[in-house]
Nanobody
Framework: QVQLVESGGGLVQAGGSLRLSCAAS????????MGWYRQAPGKRRELVAS???????TYAGPVKGRFTISRDNAKSTVYLQMNSLKPEDTAVYYC?????????WGQGTQVTVSS
């Protein structure tokens, strides 16, 4: 059974940084395209960033230049480095395949940015 376990969230002041990790129990992780998503209270879940098996990255407009997605295939882990955090980044952050597979959503990790 596939498991995606997110960690690294927390409470941080505006302007601060956090690094999220997602450990995946996925066979042949290295050939999977992966994504980070987030869901703020009262809003739909949205794509934040994605990374292909070859390392090509894309970012949503609001996080471009502040967030960096990366992966370590040897550890079957994908990361999200978040800098210059803003209160509007407050959300539960999830990882999944890109595009996502419905049954793979984990518990997510809460990120709260105070002003």
């Amino acid at each position: 059974q596939v498991q995606l376990v997110e960690s690294g969230g927390g409470l941080v002041q505006a302007g601060g940084s956090l690094r999220l990790s997602c450990a995946a129990s996925l066979s042949i992780f290295s050939i999977k395209h992966m994504g980070w998503y987030r869901q703020a209270p009262g809003k739909r879940r949205e794509l934040v960033a994605s990374i292909t098996s070859g390392g090509t990255t894309t970012y949503a407009g609001p996080v471009k230049g502040r967030f960096t997605i990366s992966r370590d295939n040897a550890k079957s882990t994908v990361y999200l480095q978040m800098n210059s955090l803003k209160p509007e980044d407050t959300a539960v952050y999830y990882c999944n395949l890109f595009p996502p597979t419905e049954g793979y959503w984990g518990q997510g990790t809460q990120v709260t940015v105070s002003s």
